[in-house]
């Protein structure tokens, strides 16, 4: 099952594995932008988990209830809007200034 956009936070059945992309906004320009630290859910003390990050993807399983994904977004061309995927839905298009940004998407296991 794929994130489903709603109008406060994306949903998806728990345990579910996703991977979101980092691709371009413009399909006809490569674009050098990476995930930098990214954080989903907590652990038993309450402290945010990191997941790893592999260059332009992101894989993470859904966690029941609503939980925050907070991705830390790099890039060497300044600035640089790019979008984040999920297959083809698209989830943002953040623009990454100065370097880096951070964004965020609030997922519902259901």
Known sequence: MALTPGSLFNS???GTTETIT?????PNTPTNATFGPCFYG????????QIPAAG??????VLPCINPLTM???????PETVL????DTELLDPTIKNHSTVCS???KGI
């Not at 332009?56 to 399983?61: I, M, P, R, V, Y």
């Open 84 to 87: 984040l995927k999920e297959g």
């Open 42 to 49: 907590k652990d038993s003390q309450g402290n945010p988990v």
């Open 105 to 107: 998407l609030v997922i």
């Open 56 to 61: 332009q993807s992101l894989t993470f399983k």
């Open 22 to 26: 980092l691709e371009p906004e413009d």
């Open 72 to 78: 830390t977004l790099l890039s060497p061309k300044d």
């Open 12 to 14: 998806d059945a728990t």
